[in-house]
């Protein structure tokens, strides 16, 4: 008979509440989540769905592709890698030298100081590395980091994507484009 949840330890339980909460937050908060909703009607041709094979850029290049990497990497609750890529892209192409620092801190605060709540997997010296960088900001600050996740991600995430039901679900529900099914 099941003694239930009372017999198992509390730190077990804690982080099991935490684990349950970071995955509703992403669910319910996400950005991503909403635009790809939105595309759910147009979906992408076979010729794209095959594309994202070619490499890691075109599967990000792609919008449908971004949002099933994304989705993807939700499902592996790793989708602080892409989030933390694309802040970076954000900071970088932010106009204002004024707002650097608090949009430095913000990053820094997120996904790379003690406890962030979106950690990323960034070894020792990578994280001084970016510390220092963001005690006087420049749109460069973050590179060292984006870089480490943009392999992790390349090397690691993309290949189990390409691996995964998800990808082969969508290559199979999807249709060929109009000019690939036209015959000569």
């Not at 989030?83 to 620092?101: I, M």
Request: glycine letters at 2%.
């Amino acid at each position: 008979m099941c003694k239930g949840l009372s017999s198992l330890p509390a730190s077990c339980l804690e982080r099991a509440m935490e684990l349950k909460e970071r995955l509703r937050s992403i669910l319910l908060n996400s950005h991503w989540n909403t635009s790809c909703s939105k595309m759910e009607k147009n979906k992408p041709t076979l010729e794209e769905c095959l594309g994202w094979k070619q490499s890691f850029e075109k599967l990000l290049s792609s919008k449908y592709g971004l949002c099933a990497f994304t989705a993807f990497l939700v499902s592996e609750f790793s989708e602080e890698n892409i989030s933390f890529y694309f802040a970076c892209e954000d900071y970088r192409n932010t106009k204002s030298p004024a707002k650097l620092p608090a949009k430095a801190q913000k990053i820094y605060d997120e996904f790379i100081g003690f406890d962030a709540p979106r950690e990323i997997n960034i070894d020792h010296e990578t994280r001084d590395i970016t510390r220092a960088n963001i005690q006087e900001p420049s749109t460069d600050a973050f590179d060292p980091a984006q870089h480490k996740i943009y392999m992790l991600m390349a090397k690691d995430c993309y290949p189990r994507f390409l691996r995964s039901q998800a990808y082969r679900d969508l290559v199979c529900q999807a249709k060929p484009s109009a000019t690939a099914t036209k015959k000569p």
